[in-house]
T-cell receptor
Framework: QKEVEQDPGPLSVPEGAIVSLNCTYS??????FMWYRQYSRKGPELLMY????GNKEDGRFTAQVDKSSKYISLFIRDSQPSDSATYLC???????????FGAGTRLAVHP | DVKVTQSSRYLVKRTGEKVFLECVQD?????MFWYRQDPGLGLRLIYF???????EKGDIPEGYSVSREKKERFSLILESASTNQTSMYLC????????????FGDGTRLSIL
């Protein structure tokens, strides 16, 4: 079993929809959680960075962590065609440099 | 903003060649990483370095080596390139200590013929 599971998609939604992207993990020691967005032929860029449980909002993006269920989510409100990309979740143990990545979910937002 | 620059976006090499991939970061980060990214396999860590001249193996180090002579520069070396090393290679850096997010370059798409 992988430490981090992420549905690869693809996920196709109409413009304006609310998108929910999710990851589950098995290691309860993870405390720091990140979401990256990767456009085609580009490197991943950091989107959200959260610690422990709770919500964090940044514009149209909300990151949610539920440590009791070992489940993290990224919500995108009012999705735009420019949000079409692959979204990767990542997490790490406290004090460690290495990140554990999910496989990434490919999202397509069509006009 | 953190800037991680990879020297080549696209590279074509022949089987058996020694290949060098270069990465430079401008944020004085202690940690640097090399990954490869393949469809269906996600990001896999090859090597990382937490200080000058220090290196640690990642999950798939076989066939690769690294060099970090200066803090800002981290090189990935394919000692004798093989076709199964055709991939997207991504470099990343992060600040001192654990729990830091990593910042990525735009990758080098390497083809070995």
């Amino acid at each position: 079993q992988k430490e981090v599971e992420q549905d690869p998609g693809p996920l196709s939604v109409p413009e304006g929809a609310i998108v929910s992207l999710n990851c589950t993990y098995s290691n309860s020691a993870f405390q720091y959680f990140m979401w990256y967005r990767q456009y085609s032929r580009k490197g991943p860029e950091l989107l959200m960075y959260t610690y422990s449980s709770g919500n964090k909002e940044d514009g149209r993006f909300t990151a949610q962590v539920d440590k009791s269920s070992k489940y993290i989510s990224l919500f995108i409100r009012d999705s735009q065609p420019s949000d079409s990309a692959t979204y990767l979740c990542a997490m790490c143990h406290p004090g460690y440099n290495k990140l554990i990545f999910g496989a990434g979910t490919r999202l397509a937002v069509h006009p | 903003d953190v800037k991680v620059t990879q020297s080549s976006r696209y590279l074509v090499k022949r089987t058996g060649e020694k290949v060098f991939l270069e990465c430079v970061q401008d944020m004085d980060h202690e940690n640097m990483f090399w990954y490869r990214q393949d469809p269906g396999l996600g990001l896999r860590l090859i090597y990382f370095s937490y200080d000058v001249k220090m290196k640690e193996k990642g999950d798939i180090p076989e066939g690769y080596s690294v060099s970090r002579e200066k803090k800002e520069r981290f090189s990935l070396i394919l000692e004798s390139a093989s076709t199964n090393q055709t991939s997207m290679y991504l470099c990343a850096s992060s600040g001192q200590g654990g729990n830091q997010p990593q910042h990525f370059g735009d990758g080098t798409r390497l083809s070995i013929l």
